[in-house]
């Protein structure tokens, strides 16, 4: 601790920070930024993960296979290909036809954070599919019958004994794939999402400083991630378990 405050009041006292107040407005409006693609994404894909790994434990083959097959497609590329295949790709076709042009889509289709928004989606979705499926096959079959046997149809089942559990025991591991979702977010700069990455990166171009401006996007970074974890962690204490 005493090294990190070394650090930190050799960085404020020894680097140029007169440059902050000018950026401050875009450095929020691109944090603004990143915490929404992230939270609109992670939730959205999870909506999408929990079906996508509930039908590799339950089936029909029919639905498991497809599944297990775009879990192991998406998690097999990297993120940034498959960002550039759905912008420069898919959004490249769509300008091709003027039927999509003309229609109320394209103000929309021809931004390009719908891109960044489905890439990133895509990809939580397939990693947290597997999360859930693992987590939905740990459940205690024990606990399943004992509903069935107090006469809960499928549905109630699900909704009060199956998916809570599971989502406990997925707890963790949501918490650090939402960490690695919030690192992801910067590959949208690529595609001219403007978010706290490309604000700092313009700051760059524009003040050709190196070291204060990538050391306040790691603080940035940081905090976000000390916020994420805190937030996991009170869930994880508000859930009840049952203790020997």
């Known amino acids: 601790m005493a090294v990190f405050a070394l650090l930190v009041f050799c960085a404020i006292w020894f680097m140029r920070w007169d440059w902050l107040p ?9 944090i603004w930024q990143t915490l929404l ?18 039908v590799q434990v339950t089936g029909p083959r029919l639905l498991a296979w497809p599944a297990k097959i ?25 300008a091709q036809y003027p039927e999509i042009r003309s229609s109320f889509l394209w103000p929309y289709l021809r931004q390009a954070w719908p891109y960044g928004f489905a890439a990133l989606t895509i ?5 947290e599919a597997e999360v859930m499926r693992g987590a939905f096959a740990g459940v205690p079959r024990g606990e399943l019958e004992a509903a069935r046997a107090f006469g809960m149809g499928r549905f109630t089942m699900f909704r009060r004994i199956w998916l809570p559990r599971a989502i406990h025991r997925a707890l963790p591991t949501l918490n650090g794939e939402t960490v690695l979702q919030l690192k992801s977010t910067p590959l949208v700069a ?9 604000v700092v990166s313009r700051i760059r171009q524009d003040t050709y400083l190196t070291y ?26 508000r859930i009840p378990t049952r203790r020997a």
Request: proline share 3%.
């Open 190 to 198: 690529t595609i001219t999402v403007i978010d706290v990455y490309a």
């Open 212 to 237: 204060e401006p990538l050391l306040l996007l790691a603080l940035i970074y940081i905090c976000l991630t000390g916020g994420l974890v805190a937030a996991f962690r009170f869930f994880e204490r």
């Open 37 to 54: 693609m992230l939270f609109s994404t992670a939730i959205v894909g999870f909506l999408f993960a929990v079906p996508i790994g509930l």
């Open 70 to 94: 775009f879990c192991t497609v998406i998690r097999g590329t990297p993120l940034l290909l498959q960002l550039w295949l759905l912008y420069y790709g898919l959004g490249s076709i769509f």
């Open 123 to 127: 990809s939580f979705a397939a990693y």
């Open 22 to 30: 000018k950026y401050a407005l875009r450095l929020v409006a691109g």
